[in-house]
Protein backbone atom coordinates (compact mmCIF):
# COMPACT_ATOMS: atom_id res chain seq x y z
CA UNK A 1 0.00 0.00 0.00
CA UNK A 2 1.31 3.43 -0.85
CA UNK A 3 0.60 6.90 0.53
CA UNK A 4 -0.59 9.62 -2.69
CA UNK A 5 -1.29 12.81 -2.44
CA UNK A 6 -4.46 14.03 -4.05
CA UNK A 7 -4.65 17.59 -4.46
CA UNK A 8 -4.01 18.40 -0.81
CA UNK A 9 -4.93 15.15 0.55
CA UNK A 10 -2.91 12.42 1.32
CA UNK A 11 -4.50 8.77 0.43
CA UNK A 12 -3.66 4.97 1.20
CA UNK A 13 -3.88 3.36 -2.56
CA UNK A 14 -2.83 -0.05 -4.11
CA UNK A 15 -1.66 -0.67 -7.34
CA UNK A 16 -0.94 -3.54 -9.22
CA UNK A 17 2.64 -2.69 -9.53
CA UNK A 18 3.01 -3.00 -5.97
CA UNK A 19 0.01 -5.73 -5.74
CA UNK A 20 0.76 -8.05 -8.77
CA UNK A 21 -1.62 -10.74 -10.28
CA UNK A 22 0.92 -12.95 -9.01
CA UNK A 23 0.84 -12.24 -5.39
CA UNK A 24 -3.32 -12.23 -5.62
CA UNK A 25 -2.81 -15.82 -7.10
CA UNK A 26 -0.88 -17.06 -4.65
CA UNK A 27 -2.55 -15.06 -1.52
CA UNK A 28 -6.20 -16.95 -2.24
CA UNK A 29 -4.22 -19.93 -3.48
CA UNK A 30 -6.13 -22.21 -0.96
CA UNK A 31 -9.94 -20.29 -1.24
CA UNK A 32 -12.76 -21.08 -3.25
CA UNK A 33 -14.75 -17.48 -4.36
CA UNK A 34 -18.26 -18.21 -4.85
CA UNK A 35 -20.15 -15.26 -6.27
CA UNK A 36 -23.46 -15.17 -5.30
CA UNK A 37 -25.64 -13.50 -7.71
CA UNK A 38 -25.30 -13.12 -11.25
CA UNK A 39 -26.87 -9.03 -12.17
CA UNK A 40 -25.33 -6.62 -12.61
CA UNK A 41 -21.96 -6.70 -11.27
CA UNK A 42 -21.66 -10.57 -10.70
CA UNK A 43 -20.67 -11.57 -14.13
CA UNK A 44 -18.21 -8.94 -14.78
CA UNK A 45 -16.24 -10.17 -11.50
CA UNK A 46 -16.73 -13.50 -11.85
CA UNK A 47 -15.80 -13.78 -15.55
CA UNK A 48 -12.70 -11.55 -14.72
CA UNK A 49 -11.48 -13.46 -11.73
CA UNK A 50 -12.13 -17.37 -13.72
CA UNK A 51 -10.12 -16.06 -16.47
CA UNK A 52 -7.35 -14.79 -13.70
CA UNK A 53 -6.97 -18.28 -13.02
CA UNK A 54 -8.49 -17.83 -9.41
CA UNK A 55 -10.91 -21.01 -7.80
CA UNK A 56 -14.33 -19.42 -8.75
CA UNK A 57 -17.66 -20.67 -8.67
CA UNK A 58 -21.29 -18.67 -8.91
CA UNK A 59 -24.07 -18.81 -6.96
CA UNK A 60 -27.63 -18.10 -8.74
CA UNK A 61 -31.41 -19.30 -8.26
CA UNK A 62 -32.21 -21.95 -10.94
CA UNK A 63 -34.62 -21.03 -13.44
CA UNK A 64 -33.72 -17.77 -13.34
CA UNK A 65 -32.91 -16.15 -16.31
CA UNK A 66 -29.51 -15.03 -15.02
CA UNK A 67 -29.32 -18.62 -14.21
CA UNK A 68 -29.04 -18.63 -18.27
CA UNK A 69 -26.82 -15.99 -18.79
CA UNK A 70 -24.38 -18.15 -16.39
CA UNK A 71 -24.84 -20.68 -18.39
CA UNK A 72 -24.36 -19.26 -21.60
CA UNK A 73 -21.24 -17.72 -20.24
CA UNK A 74 -19.66 -21.08 -19.42
CA UNK A 75 -20.35 -21.82 -16.04
CA UNK A 76 -21.65 -25.62 -15.64
CA UNK A 77 -24.43 -26.46 -13.08
CA UNK A 78 -23.34 -28.78 -10.40
CA UNK A 79 -19.38 -28.22 -11.50
CA UNK A 80 -18.85 -24.23 -11.24
CA UNK A 81 -22.70 -23.29 -10.93
CA UNK A 82 -25.10 -23.98 -8.17
CA UNK A 83 -27.98 -22.69 -6.18
CA UNK A 84 -27.03 -19.70 -3.79
CA UNK A 85 -27.45 -22.08 -0.49
CA UNK A 86 -25.01 -24.56 -1.86
CA UNK A 87 -22.66 -22.08 -3.38
CA UNK A 88 -22.37 -20.31 0.27
CA UNK A 89 -21.53 -24.36 1.78
CA UNK A 90 -19.04 -24.33 -1.29
CA UNK A 91 -16.83 -21.09 -0.92
CA UNK A 92 -14.67 -19.71 1.66
CA UNK A 93 -14.74 -15.88 0.27
CA UNK A 94 -18.22 -15.16 -0.06
CA UNK A 95 -18.94 -12.27 -3.02
CA UNK A 96 -22.47 -11.29 -2.50
CA UNK A 97 -23.15 -9.74 -5.49
CA UNK A 98 -26.90 -9.99 -5.19
CA UNK A 99 -28.63 -6.88 -6.02
CA UNK A 100 -29.77 -4.87 -2.05
CA UNK A 101 -33.30 -6.03 -2.50
CA UNK A 102 -31.57 -9.41 -3.14
CA UNK A 103 -29.42 -9.39 -0.06
CA UNK A 104 -31.74 -8.50 2.22
CA UNK A 105 -34.05 -11.40 1.40
CA UNK A 106 -31.42 -14.40 0.94
CA UNK A 107 -28.88 -13.07 3.91
CA UNK A 108 -30.90 -15.20 6.70
CA UNK A 109 -29.46 -18.14 3.91
CA UNK A 110 -26.30 -16.65 3.78
CA UNK A 111 -25.75 -16.04 7.54
CA UNK A 112 -26.87 -19.72 8.41
CA UNK A 113 -23.86 -21.07 5.95
CA UNK A 114 -21.24 -18.40 7.05
CA UNK A 115 -18.04 -19.79 9.42
CA UNK A 116 -15.85 -18.19 11.25
CA UNK A 117 -12.67 -17.88 9.06
CA UNK A 118 -14.26 -16.79 5.96
CA UNK A 119 -14.53 -13.83 4.28
CA UNK A 120 -17.76 -12.17 3.47
CA UNK A 121 -17.16 -9.54 0.37
CA UNK A 122 -19.23 -7.02 -1.09
CA UNK A 123 -19.01 -4.15 -3.62
CA UNK A 124 -21.72 -1.75 -2.09
CA UNK A 125 -21.65 -0.91 1.29
CA UNK A 126 -25.61 -0.68 1.29
CA UNK A 127 -25.92 -3.82 3.58
CA UNK A 128 -23.29 -2.99 6.00
CA UNK A 129 -24.29 0.47 6.53
CA UNK A 130 -27.83 0.05 6.53
CA UNK A 131 -28.12 -2.76 9.10
CA UNK A 132 -30.80 -1.08 11.10
CA UNK A 133 -32.67 -1.60 7.83
CA UNK A 134 -31.42 -4.37 6.30
CA UNK A 135 -30.90 -6.85 8.95
CA UNK A 136 -27.13 -7.72 7.71
CA UNK A 137 -24.92 -7.87 9.87
CA UNK A 138 -22.33 -10.92 10.23
CA UNK A 139 -20.96 -12.89 12.62
CA UNK A 140 -18.03 -12.97 14.67
CA UNK A 141 -14.77 -14.64 13.66
CA UNK A 142 -15.88 -13.44 9.25
CA UNK A 143 -13.97 -11.28 7.48
CA UNK A 144 -16.08 -8.25 6.26
CA UNK A 145 -14.40 -6.36 3.11
CA UNK A 146 -15.79 -4.13 0.43
CA UNK A 147 -14.17 -3.61 -3.39
CA UNK A 148 -15.91 -1.41 -5.15
CA UNK A 149 -15.25 -1.06 -9.05
CA UNK A 150 -16.30 2.71 -9.90
CA UNK A 151 -18.19 2.03 -12.98
CA UNK A 152 -20.98 -0.78 -13.90
CA UNK A 153 -20.06 -4.44 -14.39
CA UNK A 154 -20.18 -4.59 -18.23
CA UNK A 155 -17.68 -1.59 -18.14
CA UNK A 156 -15.17 -3.97 -15.80
CA UNK A 157 -15.12 -6.64 -18.33
CA UNK A 158 -14.63 -4.83 -21.24
CA UNK A 159 -11.88 -2.57 -20.25
CA UNK A 160 -10.29 -6.32 -18.68
CA UNK A 161 -11.00 -7.39 -22.21
CA UNK A 162 -8.62 -4.82 -23.64
CA UNK A 163 -6.04 -4.97 -21.27
CA UNK A 164 -7.06 -2.27 -19.12
CA UNK A 165 -9.20 -1.92 -15.90
CA UNK A 166 -11.96 -0.11 -13.73
CA UNK A 167 -10.36 2.17 -10.55
CA UNK A 168 -12.27 0.49 -7.92
CA UNK A 169 -12.43 1.72 -3.71
CA UNK A 170 -11.60 -0.79 -0.77
CA UNK A 171 -12.84 -1.20 2.80
CA UNK A 172 -11.98 -3.28 5.58
CA UNK A 173 -15.33 -3.55 8.04
CA UNK A 174 -14.22 -6.60 10.01
CA UNK A 175 -10.68 -8.06 10.24
CA UNK A 176 -11.39 -11.45 11.93
CA UNK A 177 -8.86 -13.11 10.86
CA UNK A 178 -5.67 -11.01 10.14
CA UNK A 179 -5.83 -11.60 6.67
CA UNK A 180 -8.62 -8.75 5.82
CA UNK A 181 -6.53 -6.41 3.73
CA UNK A 182 -4.55 -9.07 2.13
CA UNK A 183 -8.30 -10.92 0.96
CA UNK A 184 -9.54 -7.49 -0.13
CA UNK A 185 -7.16 -6.28 -2.10
CA UNK A 186 -6.35 -9.67 -3.84
CA UNK A 187 -10.01 -9.84 -4.85
CA UNK A 188 -9.83 -6.67 -6.13
CA UNK A 189 -6.48 -7.03 -8.07
CA UNK A 190 -8.40 -10.17 -9.58
CA UNK A 191 -11.83 -9.03 -10.61
CA UNK A 192 -8.99 -6.23 -12.77
CA UNK A 193 -9.18 -3.05 -10.71
CA UNK A 194 -6.96 -0.57 -11.98
CA UNK A 195 -5.58 0.55 -8.64
CA UNK A 196 -7.60 0.46 -5.56
CA UNK A 197 -8.57 3.75 -3.43
CA UNK A 198 -9.22 3.18 0.32
CA UNK A 199 -12.23 4.30 2.04
CA UNK A 200 -14.95 2.74 4.59
CA UNK A 201 -17.95 1.42 4.46
CA UNK A 202 -20.14 4.45 5.19
CA UNK A 203 -18.29 6.84 2.96
CA UNK A 204 -18.43 4.16 -0.23
CA UNK A 205 -22.33 4.18 0.01
CA UNK A 206 -22.75 7.94 0.75
CA UNK A 207 -20.80 8.69 -1.92
CA UNK A 208 -22.14 5.66 -4.19
CA UNK A 209 -25.67 6.68 -3.82
CA UNK A 210 -25.20 10.64 -4.19
CA UNK A 211 -23.06 10.32 -7.02
CA UNK A 212 -26.22 8.38 -8.87
CA UNK A 213 -28.65 10.49 -7.72
CA UNK A 214 -26.26 13.12 -8.81
CA UNK A 215 -23.96 13.97 -11.90
CA UNK A 216 -23.62 10.22 -12.91
CA UNK A 217 -27.53 9.34 -13.86
CA UNK A 218 -29.95 11.51 -11.94
CA UNK A 219 -28.86 14.90 -12.43
CA UNK A 220 -26.69 14.56 -15.56
CA UNK A 221 -30.48 12.88 -16.95
CA UNK A 222 -32.06 16.48 -15.46
CA UNK A 223 -29.89 18.45 -17.41
CA UNK A 224 -30.38 16.71 -20.74
CA UNK A 225 -33.97 17.17 -20.38
CA UNK A 226 -33.50 20.98 -19.42
CA UNK A 227 -31.37 21.57 -22.15
CA UNK A 228 -33.05 20.02 -24.91
CA UNK A 229 -36.45 20.80 -23.85
CA UNK A 230 -35.00 24.47 -23.91
CA UNK A 231 -33.59 24.44 -27.45
CA UNK A 232 -37.04 22.44 -28.69
CA UNK A 233 -39.46 25.37 -27.22
CA UNK A 234 -36.95 27.78 -28.86
CA UNK A 235 -37.47 26.27 -32.23
CA UNK A 236 -34.97 24.47 -32.78
CA UNK A 237 -35.36 20.36 -34.26
CA UNK A 238 -35.31 17.55 -32.53
CA UNK A 239 -31.76 17.03 -34.48
CA UNK A 240 -30.35 19.93 -33.75
CA UNK A 241 -31.30 19.34 -29.50
CA UNK A 242 -30.18 16.04 -29.61
CA UNK A 243 -26.61 16.98 -31.57
CA UNK A 244 -26.07 19.76 -29.04
CA UNK A 245 -27.14 18.14 -25.71
CA UNK A 246 -26.20 14.54 -25.92
CA UNK A 247 -24.68 13.25 -28.81
CA UNK A 248 -21.27 16.24 -28.71
CA UNK A 249 -21.14 15.70 -24.87
CA UNK A 250 -21.11 12.11 -25.18
CA UNK A 251 -19.24 11.44 -28.09
CA UNK A 252 -16.88 14.43 -28.33
CA UNK A 253 -16.38 16.16 -24.91
CA UNK A 254 -17.11 13.45 -22.31
CA UNK A 255 -14.17 11.34 -23.66
CA UNK A 256 -12.07 14.54 -23.88
CA UNK A 257 -12.57 14.99 -20.26
CA UNK A 258 -11.76 11.44 -18.96
CA UNK A 259 -8.33 11.35 -21.04
CA UNK A 260 -7.13 14.84 -19.94
CA UNK A 261 -9.35 16.16 -17.65
CA UNK A 262 -11.49 19.64 -17.85
CA UNK A 263 -8.91 22.43 -18.70
CA UNK A 264 -7.54 21.04 -21.27
CA UNK A 265 -10.76 20.47 -22.72
CA UNK A 266 -11.38 23.86 -22.10
CA UNK A 267 -8.54 24.64 -23.87
CA UNK A 268 -9.30 22.83 -27.01
CA UNK A 269 -12.35 24.36 -27.81
CA UNK A 270 -13.07 27.42 -29.49
CA UNK A 271 -12.32 31.18 -28.02
CA UNK A 272 -16.08 31.39 -27.56
CA UNK A 273 -16.89 28.06 -26.51
CA UNK A 274 -13.97 28.67 -23.82
CA UNK A 275 -15.20 31.62 -22.41
CA UNK A 276 -18.59 31.05 -22.12
CA UNK A 277 -18.33 27.42 -20.20
CA UNK A 278 -15.95 29.32 -17.96
CA UNK A 279 -18.12 31.84 -16.93
CA UNK A 280 -21.60 29.55 -17.01
CA UNK A 281 -19.94 27.11 -14.63
CA UNK A 282 -20.00 29.78 -11.71
CA UNK A 283 -23.90 29.93 -11.83
CA UNK A 284 -24.86 25.62 -12.56
CA UNK A 285 -22.22 25.55 -9.68
CA UNK A 286 -24.22 28.01 -7.31
CA UNK A 287 -27.74 26.67 -8.68
CA UNK A 288 -26.93 22.86 -8.01
CA UNK A 289 -24.72 23.13 -4.99
CA UNK A 290 -28.25 23.33 -2.87
CA UNK A 291 -29.62 20.36 -4.46
CA UNK A 292 -26.37 18.39 -3.70
CA UNK A 293 -26.56 19.47 0.09
CA UNK A 294 -30.13 18.49 0.20
CA UNK A 295 -29.57 15.15 -1.76
CA UNK A 296 -26.27 14.17 0.36
CA UNK A 297 -27.72 14.50 3.87
CA UNK A 298 -30.85 12.77 2.82
CA UNK A 299 -28.19 9.78 1.99
CA UNK A 300 -26.75 10.28 5.24
CA UNK A 301 -29.91 10.48 7.00
CA UNK A 302 -30.85 7.15 5.27
CA UNK A 303 -33.83 8.13 3.80
CA UNK A 304 -32.70 7.12 0.60
CA UNK A 305 -32.23 3.95 1.83
CA UNK A 306 -35.96 3.65 3.25
CA UNK A 307 -37.45 4.35 0.03
CA UNK A 308 -34.94 1.87 -1.78
CA UNK A 309 -36.28 -0.69 0.27
CA UNK A 310 -39.95 0.24 1.02
CA UNK A 311 -39.71 0.09 -3.19
CA UNK A 312 -37.72 -3.36 -3.37
CA UNK A 313 -40.91 -5.11 -1.52
CA UNK A 314 -44.09 -3.65 -3.14
CA UNK A 315 -44.55 -6.34 -5.22
CA UNK A 316 -46.15 -3.87 -8.04
CA UNK A 317 -42.56 -2.12 -8.15
CA UNK A 318 -41.21 -4.01 -10.99
CA UNK A 319 -44.39 -3.01 -12.79
CA UNK A 320 -44.37 0.74 -12.02
CA UNK A 321 -40.43 0.69 -12.78
CA UNK A 322 -41.13 -0.80 -16.41
CA UNK A 323 -43.67 2.00 -16.73
CA UNK A 324 -41.12 5.05 -15.58
CA UNK A 325 -38.47 3.26 -17.80
CA UNK A 326 -40.68 3.48 -21.25
CA UNK A 327 -42.11 6.67 -20.81
CA UNK A 328 -38.19 7.81 -20.72
CA UNK A 329 -37.69 5.50 -23.76
CA UNK A 330 -40.78 7.08 -25.26
CA UNK A 331 -39.85 10.72 -25.13
CA UNK A 332 -39.02 12.86 -28.19
CA UNK A 333 -35.77 13.12 -26.63
CA UNK A 334 -34.44 9.62 -26.47
CA UNK A 335 -36.69 8.62 -29.73
CA UNK A 336 -34.50 10.95 -31.72
CA UNK A 337 -31.22 9.61 -29.58
CA UNK A 338 -32.04 5.88 -31.20
CA UNK A 339 -32.30 7.89 -34.36
CA UNK A 340 -28.85 9.69 -34.73
CA UNK A 341 -27.60 6.57 -32.79
CA UNK A 342 -28.21 4.78 -35.98
CA UNK A 343 -26.22 7.67 -38.57
CA UNK A 344 -23.35 7.40 -36.80
CA UNK A 345 -20.80 6.01 -39.19
CA UNK A 346 -20.92 2.39 -39.18
CA UNK A 347 -24.05 1.74 -37.87
CA UNK A 348 -25.80 3.50 -40.98
CA UNK A 349 -25.34 0.39 -43.64
CA UNK A 350 -26.64 -2.31 -40.29
CA UNK A 351 -29.71 -0.22 -39.88
Not at 120 to 146: K, R
Not at 297 to 318: C, F, K, L, M
Amino acid sequence: MARMKFGDTWENVVTRDEFSLERARHTLANERIAVLGYGVQGPGQALNLRDNGFDVIVGQRKGSRTWDKAVADGWIPGETLFELEEACRRGTLLMNLLSDAGQIATWPTLRENLQPGQCLYFSHGFGITFADETGIEAPDGVDVVLVAPKGSGTSLRRLFLAGEGLNSSYAIHRDATGLGFERAVALGIGIGSGYLFETTFENEVYSDLTGERGALMGALAGLIEAQYETLRRNGHSPSEAFNETVEELTQSLVPLVGENGMAWMFANTSTTAQRGALDWRHRFREATAPVFEDLYASVRRGDEARTVIRAGQDPQYRERLEQELSEVQASELWRTGEQVRQLRPGRAAEA
